[in-house]
């Protein structure tokens, strides 16, 4: 089975820290676009960050540019969503997705999901 599991949500006050994960099984990470987004209450999904499968630099959405960074070990077959100086308006639930094509085509490209874990940055 095709499988993607996020974890690394919960509260945290504003300013602070989480690392989130997304664990693969079933296949290969390596061979397939990643994606982070997000959808906060109320309100559209957002794209947060993404990496295609040939590497190079992640694409970011601006409102995290220079907070979150993008990560994942081959070895683990899991990636990551790094988030520094969190705002109370990066609380929403975060899901991972794969694109088999390899390339960044946004979330109607994505092939398989996550069930999302949640962050909220709270004081």
């Known amino acids: 089975q095709l499988q993607l599991v996020e974890s690394g949500g919960g509260l945290v006050q504003p300013g602070g820290s989480l690392t989130l994960s997304c664990a693969a099984s079933?296949?290969?990470?390596?061979?397939?676009?990643i994606g982070w987004f997000r959808q906060a209450p109320g309100k559209e999904r957002e794209g947060v960050s993404c990496e295609r499968s040939s590497g190079g630099l992640p694409n970011y959405a601006d409102s995290v540019k220079g907070r979150f960074t993008f990560s994942r070990n081959t070895a683990k077959n899991t990636a990551y969503l790094q988030m520094n100086g969190l705002k109370p308006e990066d609380t929403a639930v975060y899901y991972c997705?794969?694109?088999?094509?390899?390339?960044?085509?946004?979330?109607?490209?994505?092939?398989?999901w996550g069930r999302g874990t949640l962050v909220t940055v709270s004081s």
């Open positions: 079933g296949f290969a990470l390596d061979y397939y676009a």
């Open positions: 997705a794969v694109d088999a094509s390899g390339n960044c085509l946004g979330a109607d490209g994505m092939d398989i």
